[in-house]
């Protein structure tokens, strides 16, 4: 299947794909702090620069996008053009991830993945869900967790 789009056309709306303020991220931090967490954002002194930092729980989080993580759910699909450049790509931010991680552990952090997945997309769990989860983690003492929308639960 041929992209839909010119060359010009892709490079211009992968050039709009936010780094950061997303709106899963956005949707994520207006609901913790609602809870009332206070956090830090994007806090350069961590490896991975974390979405969300809380510092008084030494907890880091990450709202990574499917797509460009390479998670395994439906909203995460290897374009059909320029495939082998992609491939390499995803593989290398999942590389940096895992690093990241593991450098943040080594610091003492605990580490929490949400996956764009558990905040849009029509197998979404409800909102409410989600971020009873994430705050359940925030208060519990595990090390590293992630929330995808099919948890088993």
Partial sequence: ??????RQQRSFNMSRIR???TKPEMQLRRGLH??????RLHSR???GRPDIVLPKYRAAIFVNG????????????????????W????DGNRT??????ERLHRSGWRVLTVWECALKGKDRPPF??????????????DDESEIPPDRGG
Avoid at 1 to 6: A, E, I, P, S, W
Avoid at 87 to 90: E, G, V
């Fill in 1 to 6: 299947m041929t992209d839909v789009h010119t």
């Fill in 87 to 90: 491939t390499k790509k995803i």
């Fill in 128 to 141: 409410e869900q989600v971020l009873e989860e994430v705050a359940g983690w925030i208060l519990s003492a």
């Fill in 19 to 21: 780094r950061k303020d």
């Fill in 96 to 101: 940096r991830d895992q690093r990241n991680i």
């Fill in 66 to 85: 499917c797509f460009w993580h390479g998670h395994d759910c439906p909203l995460f699909v290897v374009p059909q053009t320029n495939t082998r450049f």
């Fill in 45 to 47: 002194d961590l490896a």
């Fill in 34 to 39: 609602a809870l009332g967490f206070r956090y």
